[in-house]
Each structure stands twice: as C-alpha cells, then as structure tokens.
DNA sequence: TAGATTGTTAATCGATTAACAATC
DNA sequence: TAGATTGTTAATCGATTAACAATC
C-alpha cells in the first residue's frame, strides 16, 4: 500500500478524534514541573499508607505541600487515577501509579564515578533504593580508594569501568568528579554503553543525542536561595 | 494626608507609565529559570577570564552550554550589562553584574544542621565560598561527633545552636538530617534567629512566611531522570 | 439532601522563541 | 563596506489558575 495516498486519510481521522483522547495515548509526555512534583507526592502518599489512611483528598495533599489543589488535582490527573467527589483519591492506586508513571517500580542499576565528598554522601543515600535506583559500585581514579568500600559500596579504579559496564549491562551513569575531568568521564560513560547520566559536577556536558543527560547543579539552587534572602533584606533594611 | 483621597491619583500614574518603565525599576524580580542560569553564565565567564578572553558574544556562551542565543541574550539584558553589536560583552562587567545581582559579591554565613554523608559533603565543597557562602560550622545530635571536624569545620551539639547563631548573627541555616527531624530543626532555626533556610531534607517545611525557604530534592531531579530514561528505552524498544 | 471534591473546559500568566531594525 | 551581533517588540508556547457542572 502507498503511503502517500493513505496519509490524507489519516491525517483526516486523527482530526476528528477529540484533543483529549490523542493526548491519552502513551506518546504524549508529561509536563516537567508535573514530574518534579511527583516525588513530593509520593512521600506523602507512603506516609499516609503507613498511618493506615488509606483515602485523601488533592485538598489534603496541596494544604501539606504548600501547593495549590487545583495544581495538585491537574497533576494527578495525568496518571490515569480518577477520584471519588467528596471522598478524593486511593492511596495505594495513586502510589502505583506514580511510581509506575516515573519507572520506579523496577530498578534500574548505576554505577558512581567519583568517590569524593559528594560521591560519598550518594552511596550513603538510603532513598535511591526506595526509588528504584540501585547503585552497584563507584569508580575512582584514586589508588588509596581502590578496593575500599564506601557505605558497603566497593570502590574500583576507573580502568575497570569499560569492562563492567559491558557486563552488567548497568545503564546510568553519576559523576561526581571535579568538573575538570567531568567531560572525559562522561565520554568514557558513554562508550562503555551506559544510556543515561546523572551529571552532578558544574561541567556542562557535550553528549551524543541520544544519551539521556540529567544535569544537577547545587549551584543553581544556591542562586535563589541568595536572590531571594538579599530581597527580603532589602525589604526589611 | 489621606491614603484614600491620595490612591485614585497615583493608580493613575502608574497606568501612564509604560510597562518597560516599571519593569526596570528595583522592586522587579527576575524570571526563576533566569536566576537559575547565571549560575552556569557566571562559571564559563571566570573560565574565559582565566584564558585571558575579554569579551563573549551571547551566541558563543549559548552555543558552550547548549541554550538558544536568544535566551542568553534575554537573561543577559536582565543584568543591565550592554553588550557591542559584532563584539559581544564584556566579560569582567558580565561577571561583576551576575555577581552583584546574585548577591555573591558579599559572603553570608551558614550554620549546617545534621553531619551526615550529605552535611559532611556539602562541608567540604569548596565551590560555596566562590560563590558568596560561607559554612562556619556544623550542629548534631549525635554525641561522638561533638568536638570533632569535618573538611576543617567543628561540629557542635544542637543545644549550642540557638546561641551561636544569635551571637554569630548568621543568616543562613542549612538542613541535611533525616526528614523526620527536619521540621523540629527548622523551628529552632527559625527561634534562634536565621534569615534562610535551605532545606535538603525531603520533609516539606512549614515556616513564618517571612523567613526565605529554599527547597533542594535530589528526587525531583531522579524523577526526571528516570522519565526521560523509560521514554527512551521504550522508544529503542 | 447538602456540600465537598472531582474532572473538564476556558482564561490567564509567564517564559521562550521569532523577527527585525539598529549598529559596531 | 558587509555581516555578525545586539536590543526590542511581537508571536508562540506551555503551565498555572479560574470557573463550573457533575457526582458521590
């Protein structure tokens, strides 16, 4: 069949099917401050869970975060969870279905570059696991590291990563090294195989397209935090 | 004179004035995701400033940290600094500029609460002095770690805290404890006399509404990660 | 039933991007 | 001069907020 004599028909029928059901299907992807959000919902939800509540209302929700219900219901739309008037939401249905919506529900393995201060302080971080992150081990380029472990994690001279990324199949990267050598280790990342990195030094990174960069920057927040406390006491002054 | 009789005349003003007009004067408070930049703006400017390298054109930085010129150049007219067409800016003004707009040009004093894997992380990174903050100590509960030092800053028990941060003056309290500590903190802070907070705890706080609260959530960053992974997974699928 | 809360559609707001004349 | 780059105004895009009927 000729693609191009079938194209206007399509074209035609997508048309008529309303806004709604097009954004429905599984192509369309969430708007970024949704999924930001989605953690901060998450905790709550468990807490909740945990004190035997097993209802609550995106009211609720909003009054603890600080957030508006309208924001909240919006956001809880998108994960396909529909609500009870004057009851609100199911718990358990809305933890699912956010960590399913965020890929939490299985875990993803990730290998650590870097096992300085920051370095150190993710390998310590009990919350990954919760979140379906598991990191297996950290690299580093110092040989006093080389066999230790860090909060049970083992430390291995950077020359190994190649090969261990290759056999474990691990598919994020962190890097937690000085910016300087941020690049190269990223390099190495991505010719090892991994498919994503979570970048925490200040060194904007040049990657190939189709390797998922998440870029982490303290500094960024910091910025704000400055902003806003020099605006308050410009006020006050 | 009366406030009624004296408001109707000054809406009318205002309404006179050309929206530009207001926009530039002190009261106007930069975009977020602005502010948010010039974190990176600022770090590839002192690169340039080490290489000897005078002047940028918004077009090369934008190019260096992946943005569209166009924004570079918007978030740049924010700071007031001219640039010459062809030229470019200067980038000893660019740096003064974001510096003094972040309020980096001044250092303000931090106390640090919790000197866990991530407290005794953020103790040792130096990027904050750079960058107008300075960590004088850090506060825990826990006994052993009375006395001690971290990265060359003492650790005190918390019942100093309200104290030190009263003689000290400090402006600034940062929170690195488990969350079910952090609002407990938070208070005392608040009661002792700190301006800020910047919470790393994934408690949501609940504060004066006077008091600056800056909110960081590695979880967040996760989720996005974590998406744009399961998105692209799928699509290689 | 009455009223709180949902889900949906429309309005508003704010940031990004486009377009383009001015200019070094 | 010619052309890259600026600064500005307008258009677009996307997220938040408002409004409100449906409903448990």
Redesign the interface.
Known sequence: MNLITILPKKIKKYRLISRKTVMSN?TA??P?PT??????YL??LEQLKQEGVYTVSATEIAK???LKAIQVRKDLATTGVTGKPKVGFSVPNLINALKE????SNT?EAFLVGA???G??L???A??QK???KILAAFDTNPHLEGKEI?GKRIFPLTKLENLVQRMGV??GIITTPPEVAQEVANLLVTSGV??I?NFS?A?L?LPK?I?L?Q??????????????????KKNA
């Open positions: 599984s992807t969430l970024l999924i930001r959000r989605f953690p901060l905790q709550i603890t975060l600080g919506a965020l890929g939490w993803s300085g201060a920051l150190s302080a390998l310590g971080f919350g990954f979140r379906g992150l909060h598919q994020i498919q994503a979570w200040a904007p040049k189709e998922v998440q982490e920057d303290l500094s960024s927040g910091l910025a704000v935090l400055s902003m806003k406390l020099s605006e308050a006491l």
